[in-house]
């Protein structure tokens, strides 16, 4: 939790950011799938 706090904060690169976007998306929606 803590690396994906410190790429948020420090968002130099659009793509990775982006990425990480999609990658908590993908866990909400798991999460609510799931739930």
């Keep these: ?3 994906l706090n410190k ?5 130099k690169n659009l793509k990775g950011m ?3 976007c999609v990658e ?3 866990n909400i929606d ?3 799938v799931s739930s």
Excluded: D
């Design 7 to 11: 790429r948020i904060l420090l968002p």
């Design 24 to 26: 908590v998306g993908k």
């Design 18 to 20: 982006t990425l990480v």
């Design 30 to 32: 798991t999460a609510v």
């Design 1 to 3: 939790m803590n690396k």
